[in-house]
């Protein structure tokens, strides 16, 4: 058995200077933007929520700009064959999430567990 939830939305976002979606995204949903404080993180920040919703990330990203799911679990690998019996195909497979597309076009992400309260969360699915 496991379990998991939508984890977040996020905003891809095909721009020069992740910065500006940054700037934007902040004014536009009056949300304080957290950017990374990693070196090599120059692609990534996050929008501050509280911790039982799903988080806003903002990615930089070379393809078109869009927005897509992440869905949580505590087994990506279990979580994947449950979708794919759903009609979801694998889309590419990375070190620590998988991206799928569903029969419409829509793209997501298979994740670990982003959110802080996802252990002990009764707001999850639980599948067998």
């Known amino acids: 058995m ?3 939830r939508l984890a977040a939305l996020v905003i891809d976002s ?3 200077d992740i ?3 940054n700037k934007f995204w902040e004014k536009a949903l009056g949300l304080n933007c957290v950017r990374s404080s990693e070196s090599w993180s ?3 920040s996050h929008l501050e929520v509280p911790d039982d919703q799903p988080r806003i990330l903002i990615q930089k990203v ?3 700009s869009r927005v897509h799911l992440d869905i ?3 087994d990506v690998s279990a979580e994947v064959k449950r979708l794919s019996a759903l009609g979801a195909k694998i889309f ?3 070190e620590r999430w998988v991206v799928m ?3 419409t076009g829509h793209r997501f992400c298979v994740v670990n567990p982003q959110r802080p309260d996802f252990p002990e969360s009764k707001n999850v699915n639980f599948w067998e």
């Open 2 to 4: 496991h379990k998991s």
């Open 62 to 64: 070379d393809h078109d």
């Open 101 to 103: 597309e569903v029969p």
């Open 72 to 74: 949580e679990t505590d």
């Open 19 to 21: 910065e500006e979606a």
């Open 14 to 16: 095909k721009v020069e």
């Open 42 to 44: 120059d692609r990534y």
């Open 92 to 94: 590419e497979v990375f």
